[in-house]
T-cell receptor, first 114, second 106 residues
Framework: DSGVTQTPKHLITATGQRVTLRCSPRSGDLSVYWYQQSLDQGLQFLIQYYNGEERAKGNILERFSAQQFPDLHSELNLSSLELGDSALYFC?????????????FGEGSRLTVL | KNEVEQSPQNLTAQEGEFITINCSYSVGISALHWLQQHPGGGIVSLFMLSSGKKKHGRLIATINIQEKHSSLHITASHPRDSAVYICAVTLNQFYFGTGTSLTVIP
C-alpha cells in the first residue's frame, strides 16, 4: 500500500461526457502528479501541483483540468470525452517538488470511453 | 521524437541470470527514475538517481550524467521480478521510456 488513494478504480462512460478523478496523496506529501497511460502512447505526464498551486504542465489537453485543494487532495477533470481518452490515469505524490524523494503511485483509475 | 530510449523492449531470462536494462535520454535532467509495473497495473518507484549508483537488495541502478545513460541491473533474477520496467527523466516535467517487459522463467 503506497498510501496514495485514487477513486474511482474503474469508470465507464460515453463520448462527450465529463468525469472527475480523485487523488488523496500520502499524509504530509505536498506534491501531486497526474499521469496518463494508454496502450498506444505509454505513460505521459499531465500536470503537477504543489501545495495547491500548479507547478509543472506536460501533455495535458485543454479539455482536461486539475486542481489541488487546501486539504491537498487533487482532482483531474476530463470533459468532452473522446474514445482516445480511454486510459489508466495515475496520480503520484512526494513530500516536496524536484528531487525530494521517491514518487509514490496510486493504483490508478481505469477510464473506458464508449 | 523520443526523449527517453530504453533497451531492450522485451527480455526473457532464466531464473538466476544477471539482467541489465538500459536507458538513454536526450534532455537535461535533474533526476532519473526507474519504475516497476506489474501485470495488475500498479506502479512502484524503484530508484531515483541524480548521480552515481544506488542499490536496493538485488537491484542496482547507475547513471552517467555525461553520457546521458542509466542502467538497471537485477542480480540473481527471480520469476517475481517479471514486470515492465520504465525509465523516466525529469527536470520540470517527466519524460518516459516505453518500458522493458521482463519475463523470468523458473
Amino acid at each position: 500500500d503506497s498510501g496514495v488513494t485514487q477513486t474511482p478504480k474503474h469508470l465507464i462512460t460515453a463520448t462527450g461526457q465529463r468525469v472527475t478523478l480523485r487523488c488523496s496523496p500520502r499524509s504530509g506529501d505536498l506534491s501531486v502528479y497526474w499521469y496518463q497511460q494508454s496502450l498506444d502512447q505509454g505513460l505521459q505526464f499531465l500536470i503537477q501541483y504543489y501545495n495547491g498551486e500548479e507547478r509543472a504542465k506536460g501533455n495535458i489537453l485543454e479539455r482536461f483540468s486539475a486542481q489541488q485543494f487546501p486539504d491537498l487532495h487533487s482532482e483531474l477533470n476530463l470533459s468532452s470525452l473522446e474514445l482516445g481518452d480511454s486510459a489508466l490515469y495515475f496520480c503520484a505524490s512526494r513530500p516536496g517538488t524536484v528531487n525530494t524523494g521517491e514518487l509514490f503511485f496510486g493504483e490508478g483509475s481505469r477510464l473506458t470511453v464508449l | 521524437k523520443n526523449e527517453v530510449e530504453q533497451s531492450p523492449q522485451n527480455l526473457t531470462a532464466q531464473e538466476g541470470e544477471f539482467i541489465t536494462i538500459n536507458c538513454s535520454y536526450s534532455v537535461g535532467i535533474s533526476a532519473l527514475h526507474w519504475l516497476q509495473q506489474h501485470p495488475g497495473g500498479g506502479i512502484v518507484s524503484l530508484f531515483m538517481l541524480s548521480s552515481g549508483k544506488k542499490k536496493h537488495g538485488r537491484l542496482i541502478a547507475t547513471i552517467n550524467i555525461q553520457e546521458k545513460h542509466s542502467s538497471l541491473h537485477i542480480t540473481a533474477s527471480h520469476p517475481r521480478d517479471s514486470a515492465v520496467y520504465i525509465c523516466a527523466v525529469t527536470l520540470n516535467q517527466f519524460y518516459f521510456g516505453t518500458g522493458t517487459s521482463l519475463t523470468v522463467i523458473p
